[in-house]
């Protein structure tokens, strides 16, 4: 945004309603929240005795009601800014009234997000994200185009120049965009295992969800698995089927959340929009970033693509999980290695060369194998032995295959687990198949925890966790001695720098 005129400003002095076509948005965001929360309580009791009058009156009282809601959300929702305080306000309720003051030095990004509703009504929803909230700060449900473009532009220009409203900004301006085909690449090349767990847990879920509805398909899966064709062929088929749907699953989900990537720098921040179904818009804040990490495996690394991911502050102190808040999170896909240094110099400016490498303990390697080697195998035993699933040929040429697939494994995720320490960085590598690479600056670690198990006394041996407000990094069984050297070293940059966490 280059200027602001007078006009825009008295706009935003006086109270603002969301767009009179957007109550579709809200109504529709109401009934489906409804519906999937409470109203199949209402008819799984019916789905025996199924009657359509009654389902069809059930499904008008809840469209009334969420019309009556959605009319009094409208109607008692106003914001604005107060420019005397510097605060982006917002006015909500009917019988209990919410004034909302947010301080526009507090918000930590702002994002501009469009469904598919929203797309045919040409209308965008406005999320405030603040660092220390489990939830969206403030979240506009639906605003025109331009009110909500410059919403974001006016709250970024008021951040930056503090209400020098005659200031204008420099145009200059960067962009990254993600064809097609690339997205293709990064869809066949991507979250194998991940899928594999969210498709498991998807059958079991949907074989819950049958139960509930009185459908009882557990004793045909039980069977099948009893009665099945279970030899070494057959299990090869099974297994190409079921990574047949992850490549499948992996191309469809990329495809739509990503499509259209584009991301601009322009002045001091990144503008990262995508989305086919559902439009995402993001604008960060490069001294608001507190974990810059990107995923690469070994097919991407032929090709030079990786995954980046931005992790900003965030009340959900843990980055490995995927609960962690998505709007703390930028995602870049697809991003070449020129990219990935063009996007890190743009937040950080610099990088140090001199690195200090520390590697775990061997016994890393043998915890790993036992733990998702030599555990799962006895199980198996168990069970093919009560079952007699495999003939005592096909089990000891799966299970030979098994133990070398995961003394493979465990000497990967040895082997790929690093800590690098330089002047101004921390960077911490691990993983098996997809190789994850966290970097923090060090003066934006908040607190450090050294934890050590009773076993791991004699051996001298301790784990690290470095906590920002971005999430949580963990490193295993490092020697002890080593490890208290580099946190008195973190600890005292921490407290003798005075740059910002934010």
Not at 6 to 35: L, Y
Not at 297 to 303: D, F, V
Not at 315 to 324: Q, R
Request: with cysteine.
């Amino acid at each position: 945004m280059s200027k602001l005129n007078k006009s825009i400003i008295q706009k935003f002095s006086v109270e603002q309603k969301q767009s009179k076509v957007g109550m579709v948005v809200i109504f529709f965001d109401k009934f489906i929240s409804i519906v999937k929360n409470y109203a199949i309580f209402l008819i799984i009791p019916m789905w025996k005795d199924f009657d359509l009058i009654l389902l069809i009156i059930l499904i008008l009282l809840i469209a009334l009601f969420t019309a009556a809601l959605t009319v009094i959300e409208f109607k008692y929702f106003t914001f604005q800014f107060d420019f005397n305080k510097n605060d982006f306000i917002v006015k909500k309720g009917f019988l209990k009234k919410t004034k909302l003051s947010v301080p526009l030095n507090k918000i930590q990004q702002i994002n501009l997000n469009q469904n598919f509703i929203h797309k045919f009504l040409n209308l965008y929803e406005i999320q405030m994200d603040t660092a220390g909230s489990d939830s969206k700060e403030v979240s506009i449900k639906a605003v025109k185009e331009d009110i909500a473009f410059e919403i974001k532009d006016f709250t970024d220009f008021l951040k930056e120049k503090n209400i020098d409203i005659d200031l204008e900004k420099s145009n200059e301006s960067k962009s990254l965009e993600i064809d097609f085909y690339t997205l293709i690449k990064t869809g066949l090349t991507s979250r194998y295992f991940q899928t594999l767990g969210f498709i498991i847990a998807l059958f079991f879920g949907a074989l819950e969800y049958l139960d509930a509805l009185g459908i009882n398909f557990i004793p045909s899966f039980s069977s099948f698995i009893k009665n099945g064709n279970f030899g070494f062929i057959a299990i090869l088929v099974y297994i190409i089927l079921i990574f047949l749907a992850v490549f499948a699953s992996n191309l469809i989900s990329t495809i739509i959340k990503f499509y259209k990537f584009s991301a601009s720098k322009t002045n001091n921040n990144l503008s990262v929009s995508y989305g086919l179904i559902s439009t995402k818009t993001i604008l960060m804040n490069p001294n608001k970033v507190q974990v810059f990490s990107f995923t690469q495996n070994w097919i991407q690394k032929k090709i030079d693509l990786c995954n980046i991911i931005i992790y900003q502050a965030s009340s959900n102190m843990n980055i490995s999980s995927d609960k962690s808040k998505e709007g703390s999170k930028v995602n870049i896909p697809g991003a070449n290695s020129s990219d990935k240094k063009t996007i890190f110099e743009f937040i950080y400016k610099s990088f140090d060369d001199n690195e200090f490498i520390i590697k775990p303990n061997i016994r890393k390697f043998s915890v790993n194998f036992f733990l998702i080697g030599v555990i799962p195998s006895i199980l198996f035993f168990g069970i093919n032995h009560f079952f007699e699933l495999l003939s005592s040929l096909n089990y000891i040429m799966i299970q030979t295959i098994y133990l070398a697939v995961i003394l493979f494994v465990s000497y990967r995720l040895y082997k790929n687990n690093i800590m690098s320490v330089s002047k101004n960085f921390i960077k911490v590598q691990s993983g098996f198949w997809d190789i994850t690479t966290k970097i923090i600056e060090i003066h934006k670690i908040q607190s450090i925890v050294i934890d050590q198990e009773i076993w791991y006394k004699k051996l001298n041996l301790a784990n690290l966790t470095l906590c920002t407000a971005g999430g949580m990094i963990r490193f295993s069984y490092m020697d002890y001695f080593i490890l208290r050297k580099i946190t008195d070293n973190f600890l005292f940059k921490v407290e003798v720098s005075n740059k910002s966490w934010m």
